[in-house]
């Protein structure tokens, strides 16, 4: 029976020490350096409220300041990750914006080729029409048409 109380003790103290570990992990955001200073910071505080002397709370300063840069830290890679996002999606849109400007200015020297080209075709025939009325004007002019 010795043996199985001692393991409970191990449970108990696995299950304490995984319980901490979580609210340290959820503190941070799941930032496992954040999480490691906050709980040095927490080790400080309690060690030197217990010892009651000031070099405890040296100590105490300089972990919490280690907790400060690397929340600091954290918001600065989430920031830049983010950004990065951002940047992409414009990227992404200004590239969808220039293929679709492509396809118009296409589109667009496609329909003045058709639009020059079949005004040229009229132009051809207003000519033609013109230059056979004028050949058959000059040949009834000078007896070339037939009787």
């Not at 003790?9 to 979580?22: P, Q, R, S």
């Not at 280690?66 to 990065?84: C, N």
């Not at 914006?97 to 589109?107: F, G, H, N, T």
Request: glycine residues 12%; hydrophobic residues 35%; positive net charge.
């Amino acid at each position: 029976m010795a043996a199985r109380g001692g393991s409970r003790a191990f449970l108990y103290t696995g299950l304490a020490v995984a319980g901490g570990a979580g609210y340290y992990f959820y503190q941070a955001g799941g930032d496992p350096k954040v999480a490691q200073n906050k709980a040095e910071h927490d080790a400080a505080r309690v060690s030197s409220a217990i010892k009651g002397d000031l070099p405890g709370k040296e100590k105490e300063v300089r972990t919490e300041g280690k907790v400060l840069g690397a929340e600091a830290q954290a918001k600065v890679d989430q920031t830049i990750s983010s950004t990065k996002q951002e940047l992409s999606k414009v990227d992404s849109k200004l590239d969808s914006y220039r293929k679709d400007a492509e396809k118009k200015i296409d589109q667009y020297s496609k329909d003045a080729r058709e639009s020059a080209s079949s005004a040229v075709n009229a132009f051809d025939k207003t000519v033609e029409d013109k230059a056979a009325k004028a050949k058959s004007g000059l040949s009834g002019w000078f007896g070339g048409g037939s009787k």
